[in-house]
Nanobody, 115 residues
Framework: QGQLVESGGGSVQAGGSLRLSCAAS????????MGWYRQAPGKQRELVAS???????VYADAVRDRFAISRDNKRNTWHLQMNSLKSEDTAVYFC?????????WGPGTQVTVSS
């Protein structure tokens, strides 16, 4: 398995935007699914958005129409554009890569939205 590193987290006021990026390196096997998850304090980790290598995208109901997942094939990087942020979006955001060997995770990046 390779390594994942997230970037782009931070603090923003409600209604603002952030763009998270996940850089993948060292993968021998192809990444089939790229994803973003989040975990708020006291809550379970949940799927935010995912994208299959075919281009099919899945979004959580809570973020549909506000967040968008995309990828940069040349750089083996994917992004999460987050618009119209709400206080309930506050969480640690993790990127995930699924290959034939399973799923692995980045260390996470904090997103804090103040109202």
């Amino acid at each position: 398995q390779g390594q994942l590193v997230e970037s782009g987290g931070g603090s923003v006021q409600a209604g603002g935007s952030l763009r998270l990026s996940c850089a993948a390196s060292g993968y021998i096997h192809s990444i089939n699914v790229m994803g973003w998850y989040r975990q708020a304090p006291g809550k379970q980790r949940e799927l935010v958005a995912s994208m299959h290598v075919s281009g099919n995208k899945v979004y959580a109901d809570a973020v549909r129409d506000r967040f968008a997942i995309s990828r940069d094939n040349k750089r083996n990087t994917w992004h999460l554009q987050m618009n119209s942020l709400k206080s309930e979006d506050t969480a640690v955001y993790f990127c995930a890569a699924t290959t034939a060997w399973g799923k692995n995770w980045g260390p996470g990046t904090q997103v804090t939205v103040s109202s």
